[in-house]
Each structure stands twice: as structure tokens, then as C-alpha cells.
């Protein structure tokens, strides 16, 4: 069983940053992506982005954050990171850290994620 803890959220203005951490309890052969998803106010849980543990840390993000937010890892800590940059008031949700098991490149639904971390709010002020 792997546990999730993510932490760093907070309020901030627009345009401001925030880096969210995400520290799992352990670090299994069996997790090959991390990835960070969000849930605004009356809307769906989305995708945001993911990093592989190996094949080089490969990164891929939805096409509303990109070029904005960051993921990067620590392999010696086991902790994926979330660095948010030019935030805006639609980026306001509960974002949530998650483990994946799925062999490949490009998992970004919800149910290709086995293990989830229990969220962390962020909220920015226009």
C-alpha cells in the first residue's frame, strides 16, 4: 500500500506561485508515474500533469497548464513536486497528488491511478 501526502497549498494572488509537494511512504518497482489532478468547485476531477519515476522523469501536462506548471521529482525523498507559476482564479481547486501502476507513457485518467493522496487546497485571488 503506498500513502500519499500532499502538502503546500494555500492562497495566493494571480500571477503569483506555489509549489505543492507530494511525499509517498514508499517506494515500489510498481508505481511507474506520478501524477497531480484537481477538482474546482461544481466540476469534475481533471488532469493536470505527471512525471515518470524512471525513463528520465518524462513529464506530460494538460494543455491548460502547460508552459505554467512544473513537475519534478526527488527520487532519494520520494516526492513529486508541483510548482504552479502564473496562477490564475481558474486554478483555484483541491488539488491531489496519485500514484499510477499502468506500464506506459500518457496515463491521465483517474481510474489508471491506484493510489491517491487526500488533497490540498489552493485558491487564487484575482
Known amino acids: 500500500q503506498v500513502q500519499l501526502v500532499e502538502s503546500g497549498g494555500g492562497l495566493v494572488q494571480a500571477g503569483g506561485s506555489l509549489t505543492l509537494s507530494c511525499a509517498a511512504s514508499?517506494?515500489?518497482?510498481?508505481?511507474?508515474?506520478m501524477g497531480w489532478f484537481r477538482r474546482a468547485p461544481g466540476k469534475e476531477r481533471e488532469f493536470v500533469g505527471s512525471?515518470?519515476?524512471?525513463?528520465?522523469?518524462?513529464?506530460n501536462y494538460a494543455d491548460s497548464v502547460k508552459g505554467r506548471f512544473t513537475i519534478s521529482r526527488d527520487n532519494a525523498k520520494n516526492t513529486v513536486y508541483l510548482k504552479m507559476n502564473s496562477l490564475k482564479p481558474v486554478d483555484t481547486a483541491v488539488y491531489y497528488c496519485?500514484?499510477?501502476?499502468?506500464?506506459?507513457?500518457?496515463?491521465?485518467?483517474?481510474?489508471?491511478?491506484?493510489?491517491w493522496g487526500q488533497g490540498t487546497q489552493v485558491t487564487v485571488s484575482s
Open positions: 496519485a500514484a499510477s501502476t499502468e506500464l506506459r507513457f500518457g496515463v491521465d485518467r483517474t481510474e489508471e491511478f491506484a493510489f
Open positions: 512525471i515518470m519515476w524512471r525513463s528520465g522523469g518524462i513529464t
Open positions: 514508499v517506494r515500489t518497482f510498481s508505481i511507474y508515474t
